[in-house]
């Protein structure tokens, strides 16, 4: 009876590992049905750059929107064109800023953004705008502007 045991543990162990081999090896391949899909981004590090007259792929939509949730700003990264309004909107459970980052001349400033509150902000000349929520200061994004 202690070899069937043994033999069965044996048996979960090896599947185990390689069901984790196989998690790990396709963790970073992209989805092909979602790869081109705009959507929230699943960590602050991704971004999604796409111009705002540029409709974005299957949905014929421009992106100039950002979703405040989970604690990011989704999609973390987003490129626009000058002139552009970006919106901000807070769909998490509690309040948040979008606020440009010291040493910026210029940037988003938002009141404290309560949950389903959303703020715009215009953006004028071409450049790089860092900003982060100054309630959760590990909050960060950026919109690059171009002409």
Known sequence: M????????????VTAI???????????????????????SS???????????SPAVGEGVKINTVSIVNMTF?????????????????????????TKVKGHITGPESDTLNPN?????????PGTYDYLCTLHTGMTGRVIVTE
């Open 2 to 13: 202690r070899k069937i045991i043994a033999i069965v543990a044996a048996i979960l162990v």
């Open 18 to 40: 390689g069901v984790a081999i196989f998690l790990f090896l396709n963790a970073n391949k992209p989805n092909s049905e979602t790869e081109n899909t705009p959507g929230p």
């Open 43 to 53: 960590t602050p590090s991704e971004s999604l750059q796409v111009q705002p007259d």
């Open 74 to 98: 989704s999609p973390a990264t987003i490129s626009v064109k000058k002139g552009t309004t970006v919106t901000w909107t807070n769909n998490d459970t509690e309040p948040h800023t979008v």
């Open 117 to 125: 509150e959303t703020y715009s902000y215009t953006f004028d000349e």
